[in-house]
């Protein structure tokens, strides 16, 4: 039991958790790529994002090992990403840093996605059954390169005004 509920219960709730973070991410991003702001998406990013990093905490485990630490520094980034947002309202480099942390935590939801997919599902897990075959490794790079590059578009052209009026923001300059 975690938290009252059977652990695959608690298992299903953290994974939906997780979709919902990843799908209002990915949403959050787009719009910053095309320079508008969609506070609500985006509020509720962060706010799943949090909550998936830190129940993963709640599973049982004998040792610290690398799910612990991406939910750790995963959290470190968020806290990051909320103070720029909510308590810097995006002034000055605190926009830079608010884009940065809020794609890196995209990445880490995502990051974690690719490495349970190959985990449970049994087509990907016959291509990569350790997670350090090439399939896995092309996978996980792939994911890399478009992070950055969606996260170098967002730095560009993510340049709100106001806060959450969701209006087209000026055109970036490079």
Avoid at 103 to 111: D, Q, T
Avoid at 112 to 123: D, T
Wanted: charged content about 5%.
């Amino acid at each position: 039991m975690i938290l009252g509920l059977s652990v695959a219960t608690f298992t299903l709730v953290h994974v939906l958790i997780s979709l919902v973070g990843i799908g209002a991410g990915l949403v959050a991003l787009v719009a910053m790529i095309a320079g508008k702001d969609l506070g609500g998406w985006t509020a509720t990013f962060l706010a799943t994002t949090v909550a998936t990093s830190a129940t993963g905490f709640l599973f049982h485990s004998k040792a610290i090992g690398p799910p612990h630490i991406v939910g750790a520094i995963s959290l470190v980034v968020l806290l990051v990403a909320l103070v720029a947002l909510y308590g810097r309202h995006l002034a000055g480099r605190w926009r830079l840093a608010y884009v940065v942390t809020a794609v890196l935590a995209l990445y880490f939801n995502c990051f974690v996605g690719v490495v349970q997919a190959f985990q449970k599902i049994a087509f990907l897990n016959a291509l990569a059954p350790k997670g350090t075959e090439p399939p896995f490794a092309i996978a996980q790079g792939l994911l890399l390169v478009a992070a950055i590059a969606a996260g170098w578009l967002a730095v560009r052209n993510f340049h709100p005004a106001e806060r959450g009026s969701g209006a087209a923001i000026r055109p970036a300059t490079v």
